[in-house]
Every structure is written in structure tokens, then in C-alpha cells.
């Protein structure tokens, strides 16, 4: 069983910066393919940014790119979001997901496609 926890979330306000983390246990963390999800009241799960196990490939859903930027650090089992020029559209809680992966360069962009998720932590941007 993996587990999974993220870190970081909070409130700011328009055009602040917050950095997540999501922390995942486990010998195996270069070989899992991890992603950020979010989801605002009322609206369903959307895809955030993915990443792949070697951390070569991403992808970022078009309401934040230039903004946001997905990283990792494999030797600290650690994935990272950095979130800039905030916005209220921003406002969700934020969840990382983990799922294993043949190839180290694969990304998810769907959620179905993860097997282990964080609690979810919240980001509040207020205008």
C-alpha cells in the first residue's frame, strides 16, 4: 500500500505564489508516473499537471500553463507544485495522485488511470 500525503496548501490572494508537496512512501518512486488534480464545490475532479517517473515528461492542463510548474525529486520521494499568479479560479482542493508505470517517461491525465491519492489539501485565493 502506498501512501500518500500532500502538503503546502493555503490562502493568498490574487497573484500570490504557494508551492505543494506531496510526499509518497514506498522503494518504487522513480517508477510512479504522479499527477495534481483538483476539485472546486460543485465541479468535478479536473486534471491539474502529471508527471512521469523520470520526471522528463509533463503535461498541464491550459489553465495553467505559465503558471503553474510540476517537479520531483525522486531521491526525496517528493513531488512538488509550484502555483504563481494565483487566482480565484484557482480555488479547489488540491490532491496528488500515484500510479505505477511500465515506462519511466508515461504520463496519466486521466484520473481513473491513478491508484493511490492523497486527503487532498485546499487553496483559497481570495481577490
Known amino acids: 500500500q502506498v501512501q500518500v500525503v500532500e502538503s503546502g496548501g493555503g490562502s493568498v490572494q490574487t497573484g500570490g505564489s504557494l508551492r505543494l508537496s506531496c510526499a509518497a512512501s514506498?522503494?518504487?518512486?522513480?517508477?510512479?508516473?504522479m499527477g495534481w488534480f483538483r476539485q472546486a464545490p460543485a465541479k468535478e475532479r479536473e486534471v491539474v499537471a502529471v508527471?512521469?517517473?523520470?520526471?522528463?515528461?509533463?503535461v498541464y492542463a491550459d489553465s495553467v500553463k505559465g503558471r503553474f510548474t510540476i517537479s520531483r525529486d525522486n531521491a526525496k520521494s517528493t513531488m512538488y507544485l509550484q502555483m504563481n499568479s494565483l487566482e480565484p479560479e484557482d480555488t479547489a482542493v488540491y490532491y496528488c495522485a500515484v500510479r505505477n508505470a511500465v515506462s519511466p517517461t508515461t504520463v496519466f491525465t486521466k484520473s481513473a488511470l491513478y491508484d493511490y491519492w492523497g486527503q487532498g489539501t485546499q487553496v483559497t485565493v481570495s481577490s
Open positions: 514506498g522503494r518504487t518512486f522513480s517508477r510512479w508516473a
Open positions: 508527471i512521469s517517473g523520470s520526471g522528463d515528461n509533463t
